[in-house]
Nanobody
C-alpha cells in the first residue's frame, strides 16, 4: 500500500531554517504530483507548495521566496526547504501525493504529518 512518511520538523527560532522530507513507497513516485500542506491549531488546512511530476512548482503567497519544494525521484522523496521562518509558519506539515495537482487534496495519499514550531 502507499505510504508517505514525513520527517524533519521541530522547534526553531524565528528567522531560522528547516528542511522537511517525505519518503514515499508503494507508488511510481516519478509519475505523481507531490504537495506540502499545513494546518495550524484552530485553522483549516492550507496549501503550501506543490510540484508536478514534470517538476512545475507552485507556492502559496505567504511562503513565496522563503520556501522551496524539490524532489528526488531516485530516492522517492519530496523536500520542503523552509527559510526565514516566522511564528505564523507554526503548524503540522503534511505531504500528499496524487496522479495530478488537481486531485492532491481530494483524492491523494497523505502522510501523518510533522510538527513545525517557530518561536518568536
Amino acid at each position: 500500500q502507499v505510504q508517505l512518511v514525513e520527517s524533519g520538523g521541530g522547534l526553531v527560532q524565528a528567522g531560522g531554517s528547516l528542511r522537511l522530507s517525505c519518503v514515499a513507497s508503494g507508488l511510481t513516485f516519478g509519475s505523481y504530483a507531490m504537495g506540502w500542506y499545513r494546518q495550524a491549531p484552530g485553522k483549516e488546512r492550507e496549501l503550501v507548495a506543490t510540484m508536478s511530476s514534470g517538476a512545475v512548482t507552485s507556492y502559496a503567497d505567504s511562503v513565496k521566496g522563503r520556501f522551496t519544494i524539490s524532489r528526488d525521484n531516485f530516492k522517492n522523496t519530496v523536500y520542503l526547504k523552509m527559510n526565514s521562518l516566522k511564528p505564523e509558519d507554526t503548524a503540522v506539515y503534511y505531504c500528499a501525493a496524487a496522479r495530478s495537482i488537481a486531485t492532491l487534496e481530494g483524492g491523494g495519499y497523505w502522510g501523518q504529518g510533522t510538527q513545525v514550531t517557530v518561536s518568536s
